[in-house]
């Protein structure tokens, strides 16, 4: 009954210091009495999809999930067979296959180069600044990009594949620092058009295509948030393609968001609305993909530098909002806005994990890895 699911979500949500109508930032605004029956009934894509349909509001969502989480409510509630059909048809089907992969390119990165371009920097990195010296967006994700290349140890004439290139952003950066040959792939085609653009004149090269369908040998194989598209059916697989392209002697390197207990689906809300077939690896996941392949030299863990990442991609959004409205829906608007801040939420309360990992082969001498 009604009655019955208004108390015992206003139980569940006390127990995190959320009060429904209350005064903090954090608390929840109802305007449709439906929202306490959808949350129980569909948990974290109930809770999404009530958002964007305008049943409730909140001041501040990121407060709001990352108290969620550290009191782990999303525990406590049980999805329907709606989310128990998800994990066995993850279980069962390849959601990352070759067929498939191309989903989350036509669905999400290429929404549009002007919803991008004006969210993040200025260089267009979709992922994890790196904040430990810098002050502002610019500044963190400059500072990445240069860990990257410092870790895997560019030298000038080196050739580098690159899993998933997004726009070109580390590509242009090593072509033009470190005087490397970069070859890059990635499944959105509004990906490729705007990077070979911002990386012309430079030894880039970027290709609409799956990276399972890469060739050639390079002396550095990397990939800077791909890890997530790849599924626990392909991570063995993915290993195996660094392997094959990877040039004796050369160096390995992913930079992934981590999931702290290995699973076999992701958020069922972000699943349906953000990344298509995604799925958070565990350290136990990429650890045995990697087994009898290569050595893990270094694992770095900055999962906290993705809250004030996010922070700021939602700022620009905010501010660029006006905008963009005349192109994208106001659903669209709070459905934006509800990934960037349930996301900074959940980086906040350590849910999820940034990892960086340096390998190599056995046999091979140990790469001087520099974490700052």
Same mark, same amino acid.
């Given at each position: 009954?009604?009655?019955d699911?208004e108390?015992?979500?206003?139980?569940?949500?006390?127990?995190?210091?959320?009060?429904i109508?209350?005064?903090?930032p954090?608390?929840i605004?109802?305007? =449709?009495?439906?929202?306490?029956?959808?949350?129980?009934?569909?948990?974290?894509?109930g809770?999404?999809?009530?958002?964007?349909? *305008?049943? +409730?509001? #909140?001041?501040?969502?990121?407060q709001?999930?990352?108290?969620?989480?550290?009191a782990?409510? =999303?525990?406590e509630?049980?999805g329907?067979?709606?989310i128990?059909?998800?994990?066995?048809?993850?279980?069962v089907?390849?959601?990352?296959?070759p067929k498939?992969?191309?989903?989350?390119?036509?669905?999400?990165y =290429?929404?549009?180069n002007?919803?991008?371009?004006?969210?993040?920097d200025?260089?267009?990195?979709?992922?994890?600044?790196? +904040?430990?010296n810098?002050?502002?967006l610019?500044e963190?994700?400059?500072?990445?990009l240069?860990?990257? #290349?410092?870790?895997?140890?560019?030298e000038? *004439?080196?050739?580098?594949?690159?899993l998933?290139?997004?726009?070109?952003?580390?590509?242009?950066?090593?072509?033009e620092?470190?005087?490397?040959?970069v070859?890059?792939?990635t499944?959105?085609r509004?990906?490729?058009?705007?990077?070979?653009?911002?990386c012309?004149?430079?030894?880039?090269?970027? %290709?609409l295509?799956?990276?399972r369908?890469v060739?050639?040998?390079f002396?550095?194989v990397?990939?800077? *948030?791909?890890m997530?598209?790849?599924? #626990?059916?392909?991570?063995?697989?993915?290993?195996?393609?660094?392997?094959?392209?990877?040039?004796?002697?050369?160096i390995?390197f992913f930079h992934?968001?981590?999931?702290?207990?290995?699973?076999?689906?992701t958020?069922?809300?972000t699943?349906?609305?953000?990344?298509?077939?995604?799925?958070?690896?565990?350290?136990?996941?990429?650890?045995?993909?990697?087994?009898?392949l290569?050595?893990?030299?270094d694992?770095?863990?900055?999962?906290?530098?993705?809250?004030p990442?996010?922070?700021?991609?939602?700022?620009?959004f905010?501010?660029?909002w006006p905008?963009?409205?005349? %192109?994208?829906?106001?659903?669209f608007y709070?459905? +934006?806005?509800?990934?960037?801040?349930?996301?900074?939420?959940?980086?906040r309360?350590?849910?999820?994990q940034?990892?960086?990992?340096?390998?190599?082969?056995?046999?091979d001498?140990?790469? =001087?890895?520099?974490?700052?």
């Open positions: 009954m009604p009655a699911s108390r015992l979500v206003k139980d569940l949500l006390s127990r995190a210091g959320i009060e109508g209350g005064q903090d954090w608390d605004q109802v305007h =449709d009495s439906r929202f306490f029956d959808r949350v129980l009934r569909e948990a974290a894509l809770l999404g999809e009530s958002y964007m349909d *305008g049943w +409730w509001d #909140c001041q501040a969502i990121d709001l999930i990352d108290r969620v989480l550290r782990r409510l =999303d525990q509630i049980r329907n067979w709606k128990l059909l998800q994990l066995l048809r993850a279980q089907l390849n959601l990352q296959s498939r992969s191309f989903e989350v390119g036509e669905k999400h =290429d929404l549009g002007d919803l991008y371009r004006v969210m993040l200025s260089r267009l990195n979709y992922t994890c600044a790196y +904040w430990k810098a002050s502002t610019d963190a994700q400059e500072a990445k240069e860990l990257v #290349c410092q870790k895997i140890g560019l000038p *004439g080196m050739t580098v594949l690159e998933g290139c997004g726009w070109g952003s580390f590509a242009k950066y090593a072509a620092k470190y005087g490397v040959e070859q890059g792939v499944v959105s509004e990906q490729v058009e705007l990077g070979m653009e911002l012309r004149g430079l030894p880039v090269e970027l %290709r295509q799956d990276y369908e060739s050639g040998q002396d550095r990397l990939s800077i *948030g791909v997530e598209h790849v599924g #626990c059916k392909n991570y063995r697989t993915y290993m195996e393609v660094v392997d094959r392209t990877l040039k004796p002697g050369g390995g992934t968001i981590g999931a702290n207990t290995s699973q076999r689906r958020n069922a809300w699943q349906k609305y953000i990344f298509p077939n995604g799925m958070l690896p565990s350290i136990a996941q990429l650890a045995a993909a990697m087994e009898n290569f050595i893990i030299e694992w770095h863990n900055f999962g906290p530098d993705y809250d990442t996010l922070m700021a991609w939602h700022k620009n905010e501010e660029a905008g963009l409205e005349n %192109r994208y829906s106001e659903r709070r459905m +934006w806005r509800y990934y960037l801040l349930s996301s900074a939420g959940g980086f309360s350590r849910s999820n940034l990892w960086q990992v340096v390998f190599t082969r056995l046999g001498p140990q790469p =001087d890895c520099r974490l700052s």
